[in-house]
Nanobody, 118 residues
Framework: VQLQASGGGLVQAGGSLRLSCTASGRAFSRFTMAWFRQAPAKEREFVAGITSRGGKTAYADSVKGRFTISKDNIRNTMDLQMNSLKPEDTAVYYC????????????WGQGTQVTVSS
């Protein structure tokens, strides 16, 4: 499985960005997927996750109400709509996938930079 993240960029505080993760392979509909991020000098952290069919989602407290994760099993894509961005959202964002029921994420995208200016 190969994951390709895109959509990052530079935006002012209060603005919006939409990240996309495109996956190769036929097993996409079986994957639980998530977005993680890593800011400079900080550990990678969970941002949002979604179950294989999109029935359940989870968010880090820091992004609840501002970010929305979605999954399209026909187009093999997962998106993260980010609104009301803050400077502390600045990080490299990674998409990740795992088989439903597995404890760890086995496949990772290359990351896309999000920079929010104040």
């Amino acid at each position: 499985v190969q994951l390709q993240a895109s959509g990052g960029g530079l935006v002012q505080a209060g603005g919006s960005l939409r990240l996309s993760c495109t996956a190769s392979g036929r097993a996409f509909s079986r994957f639980t997927m998530a977005w993680f991020r890593q800011a400079p000098a900080k550990e990678r952290e969970f941002v949002a996750g979604i179950t294989s069919r999109g029935g359940k989602t989870a968010y880090a407290d820091s992004v609840k109400g501002r970010f929305t994760i979605s999954k399209d099993n026909i187009r093999n894509t997962m998106d993260l709509q980010m609104n009301s961005l803050k400077p502390e959202d600045t990080a490299v964002y990674y998409c990740a996938a795992r088989n439903a029921g597995d404890g760890q994420y086995d496949w990772w995208g290359q990351g896309t930079q999000v920079t929010v200016s104040s």
